[in-house]
């Protein structure tokens, strides 16, 4: 399975994008080779952090409805495309206080206000559409939450 997690910031919470780069592929790396059914093949988490500034709440992101798509083509850095198969996407966006503690905080706080968004999100896979039979939501779920733990206890 391949599993990634995407980051749409601010500037000052893109000093922390370093860490969610390393949760995302120690995610990745946890999951990889591992089978929860044909109905998923990629997984994507978008993390959106971000300070609302009051008057500009419209330009605020919203969190988007999970997304499933059979084949979805996505562009590489390096020029060309990919065509992923079996594609399910959704968001975690923090609120005004996890977002505080996220910048704000020690290395070990903002992990812990990462795992926290990241296991609250995982409530998405339950708006998954009955036509994706094939996939064990509650073994990805354990799976996802075991690992994100550990690198949680393990800082």
Do not use: W
């Not at 996407?89 to 503690?101: I, M, N, P, S, V």
């Not at 995982?122 to 094939?134: C, G, N, R, S, Y």
């Amino acid at each position: 399975m391949h599993c990634g997690i995407s980051i749409e910031t601010d500037a000052e919470a893109d000093r922390r994008s370093q860490l969610v780069q390393q949760v995302s592929d120690s995610l990745a790396g946890h999951l990889v080779g591992q089978d929860f059914g044909g109905g998923v093949r990629s997984l994507f988490i978008g993390f959106i952090c971000e300070r609302v500034v009051p008057g500009f709440e419209s330009f605020a992101r919203e969190v988007r409805s999970p997304q499933y798509e059979r084949v979805q083509r996505v562009e590489l850095i390096g020029g060309g495309f990919r065509d992923l198969q079996n594609t399910f996407t959704f968001d975690a966006k923090l609120d005004e206080d996890q977002y505080e503690r996220f910048v704000g905080g020690t290395e070990q706080e903002a992990l812990g206000v990462l795992v926290h968004a990241l296991l609250e999100s995982l409530v998405a896979l339950d708006q998954m559409p009955e036509e994706v039979t094939d996939f064990d939501r509650d073994a990805f779920r354990s799976a996802v939450a075991a690992h994100l733990r550990s690198l949680e206890e393990g800082c």
